[in-house]
């Protein structure tokens, strides 16, 4: 069986401050890993993704994650928010239950302040 | 900029009528995959097809909900009888052939109000 836990539902930052979303995973299995940001009334689009070698994995718009298999994590940050920023993320597993079947966390709202 | 499309994006309808969501996966794309987001269940993954044939359904209510794949190029979603907790949105979407790793594709949604 996989799992995700997204800690935190909202999470609200300043312009320009550390943005970190916290993702948590369970899997029987190496897994994939895969962040997902989606924009009011948009599908959701691929940040970036996990899949084998290098750990810290950089995406679009300027996020990045790292695979900590010990401590089963793959938390997204970005140095400096953007107001542009402001979404809901979903972190996502593939655990090799059932090829392509993701398993999403319930999702983290990012508030930009000025 | 190859894209999934979905029609229609908005649908009002009474409780009892059908409901029909129409899917264009993107082309060469061999998966396709219905989830349905709500406020209190979040992203469900409803079913999926590979080739056109169902590998699994299984978070579909059996007795109302439908999903098929009539060529490579169309997937439709289809509820009968709606209600009104059948209110969503459902996002369709697609991918190449899966080990597992590849990205998923979203269309832009059809948001569904049942009265």
């Known amino acids: 069986a996989q799992s995700v836990t997204q800690l935190g539902s909202h999470v609200s930052v300043s312009e320009g401050a550390l943005v970190l979303l916290r993702c948590n995973y369970s899997?029987?299995?190496?897994?994939?890993l895969f962040w997902y940001v989606q924009y009011p009334n948009q599908g959701l689009q691929l940040l970036l993704k996990?899949?084998?070698?290098?750990?810290l994995v950089k995406g679009i718009n300027g996020f990045e994650a790292e695979f900590k298999k010990s401590e089963t994590s793959f938390h997204l940050t970005k140095p400096s928010a953007h107001m542009s920023d402001a979404a809901e993320y979903f972190c996502?597993?593939?655990?090799?239950?059932?090829?392509?079947?993701?398993?999403f966390g319930q999702g983290t709202i990012l508030t930009v302040h000025p | 900029d190859a894209r999934v499309t979905q029609t229609p994006r908005h649908k009002v309808t009474e409780m009892g009528q059908e409901v029909t969501m129409r899917c264009q996966p993107i082309?060469?794309?061999?998966?396709v995959f219905w989830y349905r987001q709500t406020m209190m269940q979040g992203l469900e993954l409803l079913a999926y097809?590979?080739?056109?044939?169902?590998?699994?359904d299984s978070g579909m209510p059996k007795d109302r909900f439908s999903a098929e794949m009539p060529d490579a190029t169309l997937a439709t979603l289809k509820i009968q009888p709606s209600e009104p907790r059948d209110s969503a949105v459902y996002f369709c979407?697609?991918?190449?052939?899966?080990?597992?790793?590849?990205?998923?594709?979203f269309g832009p949604g059809t948001r569904l109000l049942v009265l």
């Open positions: 979407a697609s991918g190449p052939t899966t080990g597992g790793e590849e990205t998923q594709y």
């Open positions: 899997s029987s299995v190496p897994p994939y």
């Open positions: 996990y899949t084998t070698g290098a750990t």
């Open positions: 996502a597993v593939n655990g090799g239950t059932s090829y392509g079947k993701l398993t």
């Open positions: 082309l060469g794309h061999n998966t």
């Open positions: 097809f590979r080739n056109r044939a169902p590998l699994d």
